[in-house]
């Protein structure tokens, strides 16, 4: 089965951390060109703000940059996020997404989604 499922979203205090983390199926995890982590917050678009890329490369968005680590398990399938010196403005829901085999790495190409797990950030 095809599929994606977050875990490890909760609430905390301006300065706290969360780790999140992405079961994925064998399938994608072996063949998607890139995989992220995209957050969606109330009345707000969905944004990219790490991205694992299947040549090693990593890219973060800059509001994210030094306070948040994307990287990746192969043996356990898993994709991560961890979260430091949360921010109240780092509030959202937070998914995990993987392309396909090919393409660029964008939002709109991300393939498969996963369900979501929320973060809470208070002050």
């Known amino acids: 089965q095809v599929q994606l499922v977050e875990s490890g979203g909760g609430s905390v205090q301006a300065g706290g951390s969360l780790r999140l983390s992405c079961a994925a199926s064998?399938?994608?995890?072996?063949?998607?060109?890139?995989m992220g982590w995209v957050r969606q917050a109330p009345g707000k678009e969905r944004e990219g703000i790490a991205t694992?890329?299947?040549?090693?490369?990593?890219s973060y968005r800059d509001s994210v940059k030094g306070r948040f680590t994307i990287s990746k398990d192969n043996a356990k399938n898993t994709l991560y996020l961890q979260m430091n010196s949360l921010k109240p403005e780092d509030t959202a829901m937070y998914y995990c997404?993987?392309?396909?085999?090919?393409?660029?790495?964008?939002?709109?190409?991300?393939?498969?989604w996963g369900q979501g797990t929320q973060v809470t950030v208070s002050s």
């Open positions: 997404a993987a392309t396909g085999s090919g393409g660029v790495c964008t939002l709109q190409n991300f393939l498969y």
């Open positions: 064998g399938y994608i995890f072996s063949t998607a060109y890139c």
């Open positions: 694992f890329y299947n040549d090693g490369r990593i």
